[in-house]
């Protein structure tokens, strides 16, 4: 880690899920670039050393894209924001 990076620790819940991986502008969004890893209660979590400022991305969870399992991401979501492809995508602010 360098000084002008900060570990930050994504968790998903999808306990049926086979694989689950993180995609986001930090990996040019792709799909199988970042695995995450199952706890023994079915949650998957990665910690990924970032630069500061605004981070977007998505789940991918058995090949299908997701801001989080079980949501049907909306305007009204405070943990989502609008993309150019007209869905939503979550965010991370590192300060």
């Not at 991305?57 to 405070?78: N, Q």
Request: proline fraction near 5%; hydrophobic fraction near 35%; aromatic fraction near 10%.
């Amino acid at each position: 880690m360098t000084e002008s990076t900060k570990t930050m620790a994504f968790q998903c819940q999808a306990k049926e899920a086979g694989a689950v991986f993180l995609a986001g502008t930090f990996n040019d969004w792709q799909s199988d670039a970042t695995p995450m890893t199952k706890n023994e209660s079915g949650n998957w979590s990665v910690e990924l050393e970032l630069s500061p400022g605004r981070h977007e991305f998505k789940f991918v969870v058995d090949g299908e894209w997701c801001c989080k399992p079980g949501c049907e991401a909306s305007a009204e979501c405070p943990d989502c924001t609008p993309n150019d492809v007209g869905s939503m995508n979550r965010f991370v602010d590192v300060e």
